[in-house]
């Protein structure tokens, strides 16, 4: 008899970012002959596709009434497990947000601790909702028989924070790209012929203020014709942000927001872009520097957090704490020839697979 095994994909969304990737690639790689595997979503938050691709690998997909974040989580968790945990023999936590009333043997992936090092990003009542998040990552690094963390760098993040975590118990697994194969690209009409694409959320640690600082320092530099096109998720922008974007557009328009974009969309971003950059301060993976290399676009990286981990030597590395270095780069790298570096990306590439990754959560699940 297979060995039942439920995947919890409740905070996993339509709107797909780095940490629905991660679930939901993870998952489709999995080998259902060796175990039967259950995953969870909140209502409509599937996406369909893969709801047709798990449907084909005969993976389970159900939905249930779950938030995907917080204590209300936990108390509906806890009455999800009192009806239905013993359908499990084991199960696989693929985000921080560890059900603390859990009694199934489980791995439990983090994938990073910035609410930790940025807490003023919280937004209101940060101190108590770090304490949440800590306690919550404590009860997980616990409970889990196996820890999964996704770079080295997130794993001293664990051991930093955490200093009584079990060291033996956590298990480096790193992230993929082929997700990228999949997805047909849009059109994507930039205002700019030639455009320096960020993609990524506004939240405070992805240090989009010193790139906006960095676009106008270039603004005067910039060859005709280029601009910079920051793609994701821009909620999170202050006022002060905001004002500082059109301060520098005046005259001349170097900045280019364009809100949340589906994956055809993003596609079609990175399929015409000229350069890409990175200025993260926190990256517990950083998928984006993948997405790049498949796409063949020379990256410019922060030189903090995992980001020289993953990209090793396939990257151009600047200080994200200087916008004077971050600008110096980016012009360099406009007209410097490239070819040698996106060979090495292409190498770099092979590094990565989503099918490993999937290999050693198998192995950690069925060894439990």
């Known amino acids: 008899m297979k060995k039942r095994i439920l995947i919890d994909a409740t905070t996993a969304s339509r709107r797909i970012d780095g940490l629905t990737q991660y679930i939901l ?7 259902t002959s060796k175990a039967a595997y259950t995953m969870i979503f909140r209502r409509g938050e599937c996406p369909e596709n893969y709801a047709e691709w798990f449907a084909e690998k005969d ?23 009192s009806k239905n945990e013993k359908r499990f023999d084991a199960a696989f936590f693929p985000s921080n947000q560890f059900p603390v009333a859990t009694s ?3 791995v439990y992936t983090v994938h990073d601790l ?6 003023e990003q919280l937004g209101k009542l940060s101190g108590l909702k770090r304490w949440y998040l800590h306690w919550n990552v404590h ?32 298990e480096v697994v790193y992230e993929g790209w082929e997700h990228l194969r999949n997805v047909r690209p849009a059109l994507y009409t930039a205002p700019f012929e030639h455009y320096i694409l960020y993609v990524g959320s506004s939240r405070g640690h992805k240090n989009l203020n010193r790139l906006i600082d960095a676009a106008g320092i270039l603004k005067d530099r910039l060859p005709e014709g280029w601009g910079v096109v920051i793609a994701g998720n821009n909620s999170m922008f202050t006022r002060e942000q905001k004002t500082k974007i059109c301060n520098v557009n005046a005259g001349r328009k170097v900045i280019e927001l364009t809100g949340w974009l589906s994956e055809e969309e993003l596609a079609g971003c990175f399929s015409r872009a000229s350069l890409f950059v990175f200025p993260s ?40 704490y200087d916008a004077d270095d971050i600008a110096r780069k980016l012009l360099e790298a406009i007209f410097a020839d490239h070819g040698k570096l996106i060979e090495t990306q292409k190498r770099q590439l092979g590094l990565y697979s989503w099918i490993k990754t999937a290999e050693k959560v198998d192995n950690l699940l069925l060894n439990l």
Do not use: M
Not at 25 to 31: E, F, S
Not at 155 to 164: A, D, L, Q, T, W
């Open 139 to 170: 009860k997980g690094l616990k409970k889990a028989k196996r820890v999964i963390a996704v770079s080295e760098y997130t794993k001293r993040e664990i051991k930093k924070y955490h200093p009584n975590v079990d060291e033996g118990k956590i």
């Open 25 to 31: 690639n993870t998952a489709l790689y999995l080998d």
């Open 59 to 81: 993976i389970a997909t159900e939905e249930v009434d779950i938030r995907p974040i917080g204590p209300v989580r936990d108390f509906q968790f806890a009455c999800w497990l």
């Open 114 to 119: 910035i609410y930790e090092e940025f807490p």
């Open 281 to 320: 301060l926190s990256e517990g993976f950083g998928i984006p520097v993948l997405e790049a290399y498949y796409y063949g676009i020379p990256l410019l990286l922060s030189n903090h957090a995992s980001l020289p981990e993953v990209a090793g030597d396939a990257a151009i590395y600047f200080n994200p």
């Open 104 to 106: 199934l043997p489980c």
